[in-house]
């Protein structure tokens, strides 16, 4: 144990104003990737936002999941890939950072958030969903499950990798992807952002 320890209980946590709490909550999961999430309307106006809670879900097929917030408001991103059925999913470097965060500012409807924070839509061949052309690794999806989760309203998005898109001199030769050298950043809590520090790789774990 630590010398000095908090311990903070459930109910501790219930009592914290709602923003300490958020705060404080947000940041245990650890650190988490920042991807923006690209859609386009059926009426065709493109949408971005960020979001921290992609997770790996299996290699063959290549499938990604992501958590969205309750669907009890209207939720732009959520409404057009549930509408369009693809979006993608974009990775942040240090120079679109700022750009990429206001992203999570209420815009109307109408408004796309691509030109309100300065990034650029850029359309492939393969989904309605546009590419942030400034990110430096892209991820196209189609969506193939959605499950509105019973304990808080939160909807689990699931989707398939159509398409990637990054430069051929960050794959090495046994397929792994280094992100690290696209500075992808990451995030802590709310509203912290990070770059990583490598502390290179280990050999498959045996037992003994
Ligand atoms: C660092 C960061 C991480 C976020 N992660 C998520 C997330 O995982 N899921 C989510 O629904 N919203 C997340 N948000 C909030 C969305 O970005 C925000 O609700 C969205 O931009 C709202 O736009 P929309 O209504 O056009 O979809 C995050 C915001 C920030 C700043």
Do not use: W
């Not at 499950?147 to 430069?167: D, R």
């Amino acid at each position: 144990m630590h010398h000095a320890t908090t311990r903070l209980s459930a109910s501790d946590l219930q009592q914290m104003p709602s923003r300490y709490r958020a705060m404080l909550v947000n940041s245990l999961s650890g650190f988490k990737s920042a991807n923006l999430l690209a859609t386009v309307s059926l009426s065709g106006c493109t949408n971005l936002a960020m979001i921290s809670s992609v997770f790996h879900l299996g290699a063959d097929p290549a499938l990604l999941g992501m958590i969205m917030r309750p669907h009890t408001v209207p939720r732009d991103s959520l409404e057009n890939l549930l509408a369009t059925g693809d979006y993608t999913l974009n990775h942040v470097h240090p120079g679109m950072l700022s750009a990429a965060h206001q992203t999570a500012a209420r815009y109307a409807a109408d408004v796309s958030e691509f030109d309100a924070v300065g990034l650029t839509a850029e359309f492939g061949s393969m989904l309605a969903a546009p590419y942030v052309r400034e990110s430096r690794l892209n991820i196209g999806l189609r969506l193939v499950e959605q499950h509105t989760l019973q304990v808080n309203g939160t909807v689990l998005v699931i989707g398939e990798v159509v398409e990637v898109l990054l430069p051929p001199s960050v794959i090495a030769d046994d397929g792994h992807v280094q992100i690290e050298r696209l500075q992808s950043v990451c995030v802590s809590g709310l509203d912290h952002y990070h770059l990583t520090e490598s502390l290179g790789r280990l050999p498959y774990a045996k037992p003994g």
